[in-house]
């Protein structure tokens, strides 16, 4: 191994240095921006010389923005708390309907399973906008026009292929002979799902149901056609509270930073998993 | 241990009580996800209804079946062509931008270290960040009164340069926004390709002194091509189809700059309520995703069943 040459390491150093800055830089401005004052947001030059101040976040927490025209309510918190709710509920029933089906995708040649989980996949890449707008008129005559149910229930579009393929992936991976050694020892098929299959693609799963609700999260599209303000999770909400809210720049940043915090939080926490869940399974980490 | 693929398991004894016939365990497994099809295909099969229609929610009397006149509408309306033409033009400059810049970096942090590992988790970020609020951070920066952008772009002679409402850099805008966010998409795939790739060829090339320029165009670019073909096509398809990033920054605006398929389709919908144009739009964009999708499909299931390989 020959040493690197000092130029190449210079110029190297530069380059990441210089990714880092455009990669990370709107994140960090963005949190700087979330404990300040409007006087020194508005401040011309910006400087990042300022006393920090949490009472943004203390607005957003409250739900009263102080203003100078007086108290403005502001529900952001409803926002979250509807991210929260959509998420886990999405996720929580799309492991319920994808995990046997992966199992049965993954064990059970029958007639038909590659086409249904085709098909399921090619949902994935089709626009949403043509499934949601005659949904949106569909909802209106089943009376599940800006309810949960009804939002849960069209988040399976992005959740269930996802979990489908990589838990699928999963299943795959264990040795089938594992299994036929506990059925000769005479488990039923159920005792042998739940007690073999289950565990060993446990990490394949959780992985699965970590990113399936990151991307749930992240969805803008589904709740803007679909919900009126008291069921719109953080993206939406965030949107609309701009516009609500004129020139609190403060409390938009800081809304911002609590909409993005969780999913950094799991992204970190399944990192590992990452490569595999946005390939859809197709490339390993 | 080989695993082929898809091993069926043998009958085994059964104790139950109740007993589910073999031929209906896998339907009765799947029944759900099939349902879910079948609920996702039928607003699929009514939005190809629509496209045949003329349907205005405003006039909801004057309803009634046009066939393809939507579509043959589409070849003498300049703001179809201008949709088709923005929708092009964003999926691929992005996807160049990004491929090419997504390529450098994994590149640059392909060697293991702490530092680089720490790198390429930071690099995530963006990506996880939710592409509307991305939007809306890029928004708050680039605001005329006190973005840091906007200043900055002053310091260097710009003067009153205006990002997404000026409908000269609108474009340019909304692409930094899908290149901030999506590169490390590409950069993650191509790192963990990179880093899959058998040592041999590299090792050998290295002992026999081959110049590191032959390698990358010989040796790593062609090994690297599936990963290129996988990342850049996913790219595509999702770009092609971009709404949140647009709608969040300008709604289409301003005028007709940004009005991409499904921004088109939206505004469309919802403030002129031509439901038959809408479908039709769409259709015409599933048209283009469903044929790069299956090209997509391909290169995926081959990549898939390489990396179960080396499992």
């Not at chain 1, 399973?113 to 949902?123: C, G, K, R, V």
């Not at chain 1, 299994?179 to 159920?190: D, K, M, N, P, S």
């Not at chain 2, 805008?173 to 041999?200: E, K």
């Not at chain 2, 599936?226 to 092609?240: G, M």
Request: hydrophobic share 55%; glycine share 6%.
């Amino acid at each position: 191994m020959h040493a690197t040459p000092t130029i190449e390491r210079i110029l190297r150093g530069t380059a990441i240095a210089l990714v880092c800055l455009f990669f990370m830089f709107p994140i960090a401005w963005i949190m700087l921006m979330s404990i300040q004052t409007n006087e020194t947001i508005l401040r011309v030059p910006p400087s990042v010389v300022f006393a920090p101040t949490f009472e943004n976040y203390q607005a957003l927490i409250t739900g009263k923005l102080e203003t100078a025209a007086g108290t403005l309510e502001i529900n952001f918190m409803r926002n979250l708390w509807n991210s929260l709710l959509l998420s886990t509920s999405s996720v929580a029933l799309g492991l319920v309907l994808g995990v046997p089906a992966a199992y049965a995708f993954a064990r059970l040649k029958f007639r038909g399973s590659e086409d249904i989980a085709f098909t399921l996949l090619s949902f994935r890449f089709a626009p949403p906008l043509l499934v949601l707008l005659p949904l949106t008129i569909y909802f209106q005559q089943l009376g599940l026009a800006n309810t949960y149910g009804g939002l849960i229930w069209v988040y399976q579009l992005i959740v269930l292929p996802l979990i489908l393929w990589i838990v699928r992936g999963y299943f795959e991976d264990i040795p089938a002979d594992i299994e036929y050694a506990y059925r000769i020892a005479g488990h039923g098929f159920w005792a042998t799902f739940r007690r073999i299959a289950l565990p060993l693609a446990g990490p394949g799963i959780a992985a699965a149901g970590l990113l399936a609700f990151i991307f749930a999260w992240n969805n803008f599209v589904f709740a803007l056609v679909l919900a009126s303000a008291d069921k719109q999770p953080v993206t939406v909400g965030a949107l609309a509270f701009v516009t609500a809210s004129g020139i609190q720049y403060g409390q938009v940043a800081a809304g911002i930073v609590l909409s993005i915090a969780p999913t950094f939080a799991l992204a970190l926490y399944a990192q590992r998993y990452l490569v595999e869940g946005l390939s859809l399974g197709a490339v390993k980490g | 241990m080989t695993t082929t693929h898809t091993q069926s398991l043998p009958p085994g004894p059964r104790r139950h009580r109740f007993r589910v016939s073999r031929r209906m365990l896998p339907y009765l497994l799947s029944l759900p996800a099939l349902l879910t099809c079948i609920g996702i295909l039928i607003p699929f099969l009514t939005a190809v209804a629509y496209s045949l229609q003329r349907y205005r929610l405003s006039q909801p009397w004057a309803r009634q079946w046009n066939w393809g006149q939507n579509y043959l509408n589409f070849l003498s309306d300049p703001a179809f062509w201008n949709t088709l033409k923005v929708s092009v033009t964003y999926a691929l400059v992005t996807v160049v931008v990004e491929l090419l810049l997504g390529l450098g970096i994994a590149l640059l942090l392909q060697r293991r270290s702490r530092l680089n590992n720490f790198v390429s988790i930071m690099l995530l970020m963006p990506l996880m960040t939710a592409p509307a609020l991305a939007a809306l951070m890029w928004k708050l920066m680039t605001n005329p009164g006190f973005g840091i952008l906007s200043y900055l772009a002053g310091l260097i002679g710009l003067g009153d340069f205006r990002w997404a409402s000026d409908p000269q850099t609108a474009m340019l805008t909304v692409v930094i926004v899908d290149v901030w966010v999506y590169t490390p998409f590409i950069m993650i795939l191509l790192l963990a390709g990179l880093r899959s790739l058998p040592q041999q060829p590299f090792e050998a090339a290295a002992l026999d002194g081959v110049p590191r320029l032959f390698v990358f165009w010989r040796i790593t670019l062609p090994m690297l091509t599936p990963f290129l073909l996988t990342a850049t096509l996913f790219r595509v398809i999702e770009s092609i189809q971009q709404f949140d990033i647009i709608y969040a920054m300008t709604q289409g605006g301003p005028g007709d700059r940004l009005t991409v398929f499904q921004v088109e389709a939206y505004l469309n919908f919802f403030q002129s309520t031509n439901v038959g144009r809408s479908a039709a739009l769409l259709m015409i964009l599933w048209a283009i995703t469903y044929a790069l999708s299956n090209v997509f499909i391909k290169n995926w299931l081959r990549l898939r069943e390489r990396s179960r390989g080396n499992a």
